[in-house]
């Protein structure tokens, strides 16, 4: 049973555009949510985190949104560079268990 | 250390050998976690630890898949009688403060498990 899931394997995006990826979860007891990049042969990386109370987290170019009545969040990129091309996990928390439980990933291309 | 250590980056074994996999994460970092990813697949979580304790083992495939932390620092993960499915990459990840919450985790690169 996927609690946390990223419905686009791949996403491509024109350099200086916004990238917009999306998740959606269907646990209520999240109480925040994630997002990981990774690059080839690395470890993820935390991009940025949104608290369950909140609809909205900006950090530079990176901003996530959070719907929670949707169960849906997104992140948005912009504008997006050559190097934000990675794989983006959007993950997800349940305080009481305190362990964070990953979408598939989104693999996302910036094109020159 | 400066970030999460893990040992070895590779490596390559014969099916129903016995392999074991070294964590050295972030020094004060109170929280382990161990994660695999297989080829096409997200991160599946395995285990936590919090000091030297294990509350949630519910990731753990099958009891040849087994793990410890000694002295709230170095955690090992062993796998018994490897077999080709368990191929993935395992990675290692700690955290501190709001226990993952604000922060996250900080990941390991990884160990590639090969099993031929």
């Known amino acids: 049973d996927q609690q946390v899931k990223q419905n686009s394997p791949s996403l491509s995006v024109q350099e200086g555009r916004i990238s917009i990826l999306n998740c959606d979860y269907t646990?209520?007891?999240?109480?925040?949510f994630l997002w990981y990049k990774k690059y080839p042969a690395e470890g993820p990386t935390f991009l940025i985190s949104i608290s369950s109370i909140k609809d909205k987290n900006e950090d530079g170019r990176f901003t996530v949104f959070l719907n929670k009545s949707a169960k849906h969040l997104s992140l948005h990129i912009v504008p997006s560079q050559p190097g934000d091309s990675a794989v983006y996990f959007c993950?997800?928390?349940?305080?009481?268990?305190?362990?964070?439980?990953f979408g598939k990933g989104t693999r996302l291309h910036i094109l020159p | 250390g400066a970030g999460v250590s893990q040992s070895p980056s590779n490596k390559v074994t014969e099916k129903g050998k016995d392999v074991e996999l070294r964590c050295d994460p972030i020094?004060?970092?109170?929280?382990l976690y161990w994660y695999r990813q297989r080829l096409g697949q997200g991160l599946e979580f395995l285990i936590y630890?919090?000091?030297?304790?294990?509350?949630?083992k519910s990731g753990l495939p099958s009891d040849r898949f087994s793990a410890e932390r000694t002295g709230g620092s170095v955690s090992t993960l062993t796998i018994q009688r490897t077999q080709q499915e368990d191929s993935a990459v395992y990675l290692c990840a700690s955290s501190s403060g709001d226990r993952g919450g604000h922060y996250g985790y900080t990941f390991g690169s990884g160990t590639r498990l090969t099993v031929v």
């Open positions: 993950a997800a928390r349940i305080r009481a268990r305190d362990k964070i439980i």
């Open positions: 646990n209520s007891m999240f109480d925040y």
């Open positions: 020094s004060g970092h109170t929280a």
């Open positions: 630890f919090q000091g030297n304790s294990a509350p949630d």
